[in-house]
């Protein structure tokens, strides 16, 4: 089962989640670092990612860790709020730049391509404190903090990745409000931020195209978070649309305006609006693009990055209540199949993922396909000898073969998440996705490979996996 030639093995990694320093060297604070601080038990045990891996400092160490296994791209993000404190370019941060100028110098230095996000979840608290992704004043800045990066880095960085997960993004922070800055906003602030996000991808990408493309060559996408669907029964036809407006609600509302044609997904404005009425909205609480603005966002990306955890059931459920909330709006029930591993809100299905490959292959034109994280938790204490999480691997990898070959899916990269063990966002530390494991106890923080991490190296050097399908 060897995979195609120069085909990229990967992980990643995210600012909040690995560097701790956060207030090292004159960076500024972001909305985790202030939300951590307030504690009040929105995240595990009220941790921080004050420290969280060191990567701030012990940079070394990750690239020991990267070298180990052989990777050949290194997925990881840069933390607005160092480079640009109150993030707009009114003051720049050298150290920052140092920073992350080591890492992109010593990947490229050891043979590694680095796959650079912008964004990941960590706005700088300046701009959360001027409305943040409700307000449409954060286009601008996003393309100001886009730019500056592209022209800093971008001589060596030639894959980049603007936003990461803005659909699960926009669910839990503004609408749910269980990320930063905590605020719900039930059924209106999830598709205001949609709204701003895809615009402000958008803008960036069009910002590379016209100012860095020529000179740089290289390519700009966004990570979107997706899981697969299966109807609850195949055979019912409820639960059959059920499973599409479950994929049109949570992948398509992104894909399909920046992928196809620059706008939502019918059923998507169709739900919100019918919903929107019977509740007693003068109109639809999903914004509207004007035709303007569907010219700029279509197109608007060089290849699909995909994030892929998990599976789930799906049946109709109809909002008899009227509840006013963006998971209502979907009218669906989300439940796993009781014969699924669960670990954690994961649920073991590695088929799942070739099936969602098919369905992006299929609906948006067969595009270059990277999976830009996918991996499987512990619980803490996790144990070194995670043979069980290898399979996992280990059969997301036969799907992954099953896919290039029968399906012929362009897929060039796949990254696990993650390199090390991290902050898991509310969840603090207690669950574990590393590669390596990290002692969080130990001032030292130090990196010891899990069985997968030692058969992961080993599949990178064989470009695949021994035997055949
Ligand atoms: C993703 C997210 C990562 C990581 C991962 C595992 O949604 O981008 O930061 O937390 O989930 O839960």
Known sequence: MAFPEGFGWGASTA???????????????????????????????NQTGDVACGSYTL??????????????????????????PDGTTGFINQKGIDYYN???????TNGVTPIVTLYHFDLPQALEDQGGWLSEAIIESFDEYAQFCFSTFGDRVKQWITIN???????????????????PHHGTGGYQATHNLIKAHARSWHSYDSL??????????????????????????????????????????????????????????????????????????????????????????????????????????????GELSFLRDVEVEVFPDPSWIKLDWVCVVPWGLRKLLNYIKDTYNNPVIYITENGFPQGDPASLDDTQRWEYFRQTFQELFKAIQLDKINLKVYCA???????????GYSIRFGLFHVDFDNPTRPRVPYTSAKEYAKIIRNNGLEGHL
């Open 15 to 45: 600012a909040y989640q690995v560097e701790g320093g956060w207030d090292a060297d004159g960076k500024g604070p972001s909305v985790w670092d202030t939300f951590t601080h307030q504690g009040g038990g929105r995240v595990f045990k």
């Open 59 to 84: 940079w070394e160490e990750d690239l020991k860790c990267i070298k180990q296994l052989g990777l050949t791209h290194y997925h990881f993000s840069l933390s607005w709020s160092r480079l640009l």
């Open 102 to 108: 080591k890492i992109i110098d010593d990947l490229l």
């Open 165 to 183: 997960e803005p659909n699960l993004f926009a669910l839990l922070t503004y609408d749910l409000g269980v990320f930063p800055p905590g605020v």
């Open 212 to 321: 860095f493309r020529k000179g740089q060559k290289g390519m700009v996408s966004l990570a979107l978070f997706a899981g697969w669907v299966e109807p609850a029964d195949p055979n019912s036809a409820s639960d059959q649309e059920a499973a599409q407006r479950a994929m049109a609600f949570h992948l398509d509302i992104f894909a399909k305006p920046i992928f196809i044609d620059g706008d939502y997904p019918e059923v998507v404005k169709s739900q919100v609006a019918s919903m929107s009425k019977k509740q007693g909205y003068p109109s639809s609480r999903l914004p509207e693009f004007t035709e303007e603005e569907k010219r700029m966002i279509k197109g608007t990306a060089d290849f699909f990055a995909v994030q892929y955890y998990s599976s789930r059931l799906v049946k109709y459920r109809e909002n008899d209540k």
């Open 417 to 427: 998440w993650s390199l090390l063990d991290n902050f898991e966002w509310t969840q």
